[in-house]
């Protein structure tokens, strides 16, 4: 786990620690001291601590004009013993929803496990986003993942599974990543509607 870094390929279009509208702003980091740990495995010290011991993040873009963030994940999310997404909701989302953020693209192929609770905090997320045509989208979630959280209705909420997996997002720019998930969120709402 140690070795498995945040994407960087972007960090020469945006650095949340650089960014004062972000909730990491002012963050400094150390490459050679690892001190984060899911249960006993260091990860890697560019990841970033937000609340929850078993899951951390990274912000690799936000584009405050287009109203999006692109956020990587790592760990166990786990809301049934920790509450992971009330760490989510209160310390990153309702920063970014506070300067307009209303959609959010979350990479989850590093995401081991997810146990579920309630659907409280996913619905509360929704709610503040979906007058202003907002949406939540969890791209490449593991199958095992997918089930436990279809298990606990976050699929009411958030949009993942099979359309959105599979998605060779790292050969894509931001802004192209963003217009991908936009397009299917659209196409899927269209389906269901009929």
């Known amino acids: 786990m140690h070795d498995i870094e945040p994407y960087y390929h972007w960090l020469d279009l945006y650095t949340a620690a650089e960014d004062k509208q972000s909730p990491f702003y002012g963050r400094q980091y150390d490459e050679?001291?690892?001190?984060?740990?899911?249960?006993?495995?260091?990860?890697?010290?560019?990841?970033?601590?937000?609340?929850?011991?078993t899951l951390y993040m990274k912000i690799l873009y936000c584009d405050y004009a287009d109203?999006?963030?692109?956020?990587?994940?790592?760990?166990?999310?786990?809301?049934?013993?920790?509450?992971?997404?009330?760490?989510?909701?209160?310390?990153?989302?309702?920063?970014?929803?506070?300067?307009?953020?209303?959609?959010?693209?979350?990479?989850?192929?590093?995401?081991?496990?997810?146990?579920?609770?309630?659907?409280?905090?996913?619905?509360?997320?929704?709610?503040?986003?979906?007058?202003?045509?907002?949406?939540?989208?969890?791209?490449?979630?593991?199958?095992?993942?997918?089930?436990?959280?279809?298990?606990?209705?976050?699929?009411?909420?958030v949009n993942f599974g099979d359309l959105f997996n599979n998605l060779n997002w790292r050969k894509m720019s931001p802004q192209i990543l963003f217009m991908t998930i936009d397009q299917l969120i659209h196409k899927q709402t269209k389906a269901l509607t009929y």
């Not at 050679?32 to 011991?53: C, L, M, R, T, V």
């Not at 992971?84 to 300067?99: A, S």
Request: net charge negative; aromatic share 18%.
């Open 32 to 53: 050679f001291a690892y001190s984060q740990k899911i249960y006993n495995y260091f990860i890697h010290p560019q990841w970033d601590e937000f609340g929850s011991h």
């Open 67 to 157: 109203g999006y963030v692109i956020i990587e994940l790592i760990g166990e999310w786990n809301d049934c013993l920790t509450n992971d997404v009330m760490f989510i909701k209160r310390n990153i989302v309702d920063h970014l929803v506070d300067e307009g953020i209303n959609k959010f693209i979350i990479l989850c192929e590093h995401v081991l496990n997810f146990h579920g609770s309630d659907d409280c905090y996913y619905e509360e997320w929704y709610d503040d986003i979906k007058d202003s045509e907002g949406w939540i989208c969890l791209i490449n979630t593991l199958d095992h993942v997918a089930l436990e959280m279809n298990s606990f209705n976050v699929h009411y909420y």
